[in-house]
């Protein structure tokens, strides 16, 4: 019976008004569980392929370390110009362990070879972007490991929840 045939019957029109609503809501129910069912079932398989193929599932605590932490830095020129440049082996050293962050990508300075020129008695900011810290680090050194003098070392940075910072050399 369509809806329109109910309508204009009365109160025997309401109660199968009510019966028809009624089924379409069961009815409903059921496709209902059938996509979770088919979607659970998905993501099983595609779990099981994962598996199959060798890709590793990151725990919560691998992937907030996966974080990236953001150092703003002002490099602040002498009454001489000089000339800067960032070395892919700058590290943030976590204090309370062995972990080291490594340089992921550095923005507004060269990195080695090429060097970035700061005139006499001028600033330059220039930021560095390094991989995550663990959980448990609540201060880091950052620090320029090169074969020559004058590298850029800034030791017990405290943690913030943020791990954006900003520091300033020169």
């Not at 970035?116 to 330059?124: A, D, F, I």
Request: net charge neutral; aromatic share 8%.
């Amino acid at each position: 019976m369509a809806l329109n045939e109910a309508k204009g019957n009365g109160e025997v029109g309401n109660k199968k008004v009510k019966e028809k609503m009624n089924d379409i809501t069961v009815k409903g129910k059921q496709e209902n569980d059938q996509q979770k069912q088919t979607l659970i079932q998905f993501a099983k398989t595609l779990e099981e392929k994962k598996v199959q193929h060798g890709v590793k599932l990151k725990t919560q605590d691998e992937a907030d370390e996966e974080s990236q932490v953001v150092v703003h830095c002002t490099f602040v020129s002498s009454e001489f110009d000089q000339a800067i440049r960032i070395w892919k082996s700058t590290y943030l050293l976590d204090k309370g362990s062995d972990h080291r962050s490594e340089l992921v990508s550095a923005f507004n300075v060269s990195m080695y070879p090429v060097w970035t020129r700061v005139r006499g008695g001028h600033s330059l900011q220039f930021t560095l972007v390094f991989t995550g810290l663990p959980k448990s680090c609540t201060a880091f050194d950052l620090i320029e490991i090169i074969p020559q003098s004058g590298g850029f070392v800034e030791r017990n940075i405290p943690r913030n929840e943020k791990d954006v910072y900003r520091i300033q050399f020169g």
